[in-house]
């Protein structure tokens, strides 16, 4: 996971990661489900309050992935993409 990484974030075509999401991963999403179904069947079986951290914690991040969704707008980079920026994009998702 970490050598794909490396490599897609050091593509020459570096636009390749300015979109939401990381195109090259998409490849890998096969292999991520793996682990996620091994995940999900631990959190089954566990006491309630871990699964209902786990669901809670699910629904925020389905919620964060839409809320990000809706305000993207490209590219998501250059000169005027600063921490600054980054920030006020999170205070927007997270409505701050």
């Known amino acids: 996971m970490v050598i794909s990484w490396y490599v897609y974030a050091s593509w020459w075509a570096w636009w390749l990661g300015a979109a939401y999401g990381f195109r090259g991963f998409v490849d890998h999403l096969a292999l991520f489900a793996l682990p996620l179904a091994l995940f999900l069947a631990r959190v089954i079986h566990a006491r309630a309050p871990i699964r209902i951290g ?22 998501w980079d250059g000169p005027e993409w600063t921490w600054a920026r980054l920030a006020a994009i999170w205070k927007e998702v997270l409505f701050l």
């Open 54 to 75: 786990a669901f809670a914690m699910a629904a925020f991040l389905v919620y964060l992935n839409l809320r990000m969704s809706t305000l993207y707008a490209a590219p």
